[in-house]
């Protein structure tokens, strides 16, 4: 699992229930076969499932109001009120309306793809109206979709199927976050098969030091550079701060804790990509590390920063350590990790 999928969704699903909201989860292990991942598996993809609920548990998610349901349990539950609202949705669209929906599966308009890829958007779609608890009214739905904005067009095609309904439904709120972009120059998005390309969960703390290192970082360029969207979606929103430490001939050692004032230092190159990247991968380290004491530990010679803000400390971070010391995530990694991924 990449950065932005454990911390980026950790930090989503706490600001969600800090307001009342409960989070549910939809481990979508029926939508993963169709999509043909892990060559179709299902049990391979249930097992992705449980190391990725592993991990939002470990890395700080705030339990308390957060469900998590899987597709093919919930669904097997009540087939009947499922499949007539898929049918509905499929009998109220057209073939192409489908297709645009190609991304939500990762896949793009032009691909060949199977008869499976076309229920796939029929169903996440039906999934919405269907995520209430069950034996819930007719108007039944979820509330917000919360999910990446390379999600955004299966949701608007649920708002846009409220409306064709018979009767009428609720539209969902949809609130999408941005998605993250590759480290390495002209990656507009992360991919899995390339390494380099992302923060994974469980990296070393070198192996953090060494993507940032490599990491794209054009000196005074903000748009487009990943080093900044990492600190401005992951760093500072989990941490409330970036300590940066620096020589005094270079301005010395300084605290951010606002991304417009880093943005705009760096914009004008009083803040240099050679003293942005170490504090960039120590600040990593620390929201992945618990032993290193979470985000106590500041750059060398500083003093120590306060705590993250956003998860009480015992739960602060502990990924790396739980793969490490827990049994049974360990061997969780371990089988994930022998599996070959299927595009
Ligand atoms: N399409 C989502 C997975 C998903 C499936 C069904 C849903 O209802 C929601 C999300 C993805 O690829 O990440």
Redesign the pocket.
Known sequence: MHIAQGVLKALNVNKLTKCGVTFRF?V?DW??QL?NKMGGDLKKIQTVGNYMVEIWKAVGMDMDRVEFLH?SEEINKRPDEYWTLVMDIARRNNLKRIVRCSQ???RAEGDDLSAAQIF?PC??????FF?KASGAEAQCRADI?Q??M??RK?NVLAREYADDARPKRMKPVILSHPMMPGLLQGQEKMSKSDPNSAIFMEDSEAEVRTKIKKAYCPPGEVEGNPCLSYIQHIVLPWAKQLAVARAEKNGGNIIYTNFEELAADYASGALHPSDLKPALASSINDILQAGSGGGQRGPRGREAAPAMGCCPAHERGPVRDHFESNAEAKALLKAVKSYKTTR
Do not use: E, K, P, S
């Not at 169903?123 to 919405?128: G, K, V």
């Open positions: 939809w979508a939508f993963a999509n597709a939500i599966m990762g796939y169903m996440q779609c039906a999934d919405i995520l979709c999910l990446g390379d999600q299966v």
